[in-house]
């Protein structure tokens, strides 16, 4: 069963610093490339990042490039999502998943870990 388990949200004031990360389990995570979406309250899901199974790729919604960067550690079966200058219109549930590269969208995605911008 594939499992995705993320932490590291909380509450930040803007300008500050994030590191979230997302343990896998149940499958390879190195066989996989890996994303992050997140969703603000009442909007739909936003495509954030993505990296590549040999993590030598990494795609950034525009809104956060620059500022955030992707990485994985597959001896760790961790994904990681590091983000800093944090403005308040990145407050949002963060959740990481699985999914294709070169297609949109998801197949397997965990539960989530809640970050707010606010000062």
């Known amino acids: 069963e594939v499992l995705l388990v993320e932490s590291g949200g909380g509450l930040v004031h803007p300008g500050g610093s994030l590191r979230l990360s997302c343990a896998a389990s149940g499958f390879t995570l190195s066989d996989h490339d890996m994303k992050w979406f997140r969703q603000a309250p009442g909007n739909i899901i936003e495509w954030v990042s993505s990296?590549?199974?040999?993590?030598?790729?990494?795609q950034y919604t525009e809104a956060v490039k620059g500022r955030f960067t992707i990485s994985r550690d597959d001896t760790k079966s961790t994904l990681y999502l590091q983000m800093n200058t944090l403005k308040t219109e990145d407050t949002g549930l963060y959740f990481c998943a699985t999914g294709s590269w070169s297609l949109p969208g998801f197949d397997d995605r965990g539960q989530g870990t809640q970050v707010t911008v606010s000062s």
């Open positions: 990296i590549n199974k040999d993590g030598r790729r990494t």
